[in-house]
């Protein structure tokens, strides 16, 4: 077993990246003792703390509320050279500090395909028409006074872990798996809508678009939309954030995050798919011979360990929880077995209910770290059989050219003084 570290392609980040994500990770990475005086005793207890001697701001203070100030790290981040510029760009989660499987509303990822728009909701329309008997115009008030659901689903983009086709390229968790969140949302089945138009016999596709600057558009199986696609207003119980469509999105559960169609403005039924830019010389998968895979919407099963990892690694030897996510498109996790000897050897992990379709599934195991160097990684398998790939297996199947749908086993490099890398196994 050869190991490629990912090591020599920090080159490729640039000085100005080295230095954000040096400052980023600098906290977390420096496992040796502290200079100068000892670590101070802790406040309590049984000390008094000076928090504790006095009153502290009342109710309302922060008529909204905040993280505390301890915490201002625990943010997104981009990647600067990965785009032109970040009005069409991508922003990361931090998983590495999160502790359940919803994403906090400031936290969950961002795709921009033309910036942020600052949509009214009062002169916002939803417009539906094609091949339908009704063509509707609907406000905002329209939408909501429809009969609503609320259910969890995470959202990835399909890009995620692309960086890493060819080889470990960011030893960073946030930056090789940061484009998936996962919310609580609430709205309107969009087959609810759907029989209010009155669908035509001949429809077979549908066409979503959003209200951003670029247009961004998507075209989907009809049977899909049917299924179980939701027209949403609310995340995590508060409206959208304009960041995550504000006041109104698509979303299709277990599919490609770029088909959830933010700021949704239209809806059109065709017969046949509209083959847009997006769907075209986008969001399509380069095969080794050249040809591309087209509409490949499936979000394959998927998993990573959350902790350790490079921004999180081991201070000493000792009993330890290794922690991660698990997830698939194609229904409900079933299984996720961990490997501390590099896929030697495996052991199934606990699975944090609620396990649910669709949605984010937190997996725990106990782990006592004995100071040995170790490679980490996770494996799951969901409800239909379906068994998450290495890379060597994805990449007899795909080559190295493509950009998406990479979700292949992540393997952590676990050093002796406890410091963690991204690597890859061949």
């Given at each position: 077993m050869s190991l490629l570290s990912s090591t020599g392609a920090h080159t490729r980040l640039g000085r100005r990246s080295?230095?954000?994500?040096?400052?980023?990770?600098?906290?977390?990475?420096?496992?040796?003792?502290?200079?100068?005086?000892?670590?101070?005793?802790?406040?309590?207890?049984?000390?008094?703390?000076?928090?504790?001697?006095?009153?502290?701001?009342?109710?309302?203070?922060?008529?909204?509320?905040?993280?505390?100030?301890?915490?201002?790290?625990?943010?997104?981040?981009?990647?600067?050279?990965?785009?032109?510029?970040?009005?069409?760009?991508?922003?990361?989660?931090?998983?590495?500090?999160?502790?359940?499987?919803?994403?906090?509303?400031?936290?969950?990822?961002?795709?921009?395909?033309?910036?942020?728009?600052?949509?009214?909701?009062?002169?916002?329309?939803?417009?539906?028409?094609?091949?339908?008997?009704?063509?509707?115009?609907?406000?905002?008030?329209?939408?909501?006074?429809?009969?609503?659901?609320?259910?969890?689903?995470?959202?990835?983009?399909?890009?995620?872990?692309?960086?890493?086709?060819?080889?470990?390229?960011?030893?960073?968790?946030?930056?090789?798996?940061?484009?998936?969140?996962?919310?609580?949302?609430?709205?309107?089945?969009?087959?609810?809508?759907?029989?209010?138009?009155?669908?035509?016999k001949e429809a077979k596709w549908v066409m979503v678009e959003g209200a951003d600057g670029a247009h961004m558009n998507r075209s989907l199986p009809l049977d899909k939309c049917l299924d179980d696609c939701l027209v949403v207003y609310a995340q995590n119980g508060e409206a959208l954030r304009p960041e995550q469509g504000y006041p109104l999105r698509l979303v299709v559960p277990g599919w490609e995050g770029n088909v959830s169609i933010k700021w949704l403005r239209r809806i059109k039924l065709g017969d046949k798919p509209w083959h847009s830019r997006e769907e075209t010389s986008k969001y399509t998968d380069l095969m080794p011979d050249g040809t591309s895979r087209g509409f490949t919407w499936l979000i394959d099963a998927k998993s990573v360990i959350t902790f350790p990892c490079p921004e999180k690694p081991l201070d000493r030897p000792g009993l330890y929880e290794i922690r991660g996510l698990a997830w698939t498109g194609n229904g409900k996790v079933k299984r996720v077995d961990v490997s501390t000897d590099g896929g030697v050897n495996w052991q199934s992990a606990r699975l944090h209910e609620p396990v649910l379709s669709k949605a984010l599934t937190k997996f725990t195991i106990p782990w006592r770290w004995d100071g040995a160097p170790a490679l980490l990684e996770s494996r799951v398998i969901d409800e239909t059989g379906y068994v998450q790939p290495t890379i060597a297996q994805l990449r007899k199947q795909r080559g190295t050219n493509s950009v998406y749908h990479n979700n292949s086993i992540q393997t952590w490099q676990v050093k002796g003084d406890g410091s963690v890398f991204d690597v890859q196994l061949g």
């Open positions: 080295l230095l954000g994500l040096g400052a980023a990770l600098t906290g977390s990475l420096a496992l040796g003792p502290k200079q100068g005086n000892a670590e101070p005793s802790p406040a309590s207890p049984p000390a008094d703390a000076p928090w504790s001697q006095s009153i502290g701001p009342g109710v309302v203070d922060r008529p909204y509320g905040r993280p505390a100030d301890t915490e201002a790290g625990v943010i997104r981040r981009n990647v600067p050279w990965l785009t032109a510029g970040t009005e069409s760009s991508i922003s990361f989660s931090p998983l590495q500090d999160l502790h359940g499987i919803i994403t906090p509303n400031g936290l969950f990822f961002e795709r921009y395909h033309a910036g942020r728009p600052d949509v009214d909701p009062e002169q916002h329309r939803l417009m539906i028409h094609g091949l339908v008997e009704r063509p509707l115009l609907l406000s905002m008030k329209d939408i909501v006074r429809f009969p609503s659901v609320t259910r969890i689903h995470f959202i990835e983009c399909p890009a995620n872990g692309g960086m890493e086709w060819r080889a470990a390229q960011l030893n960073s968790l946030q930056f090789n798996h940061g484009m998936i969140s996962c919310a609580e949302w609430t709205g309107v089945r969009l087959s609810t809508l759907l029989e209010e138009v009155g669908i035509k």
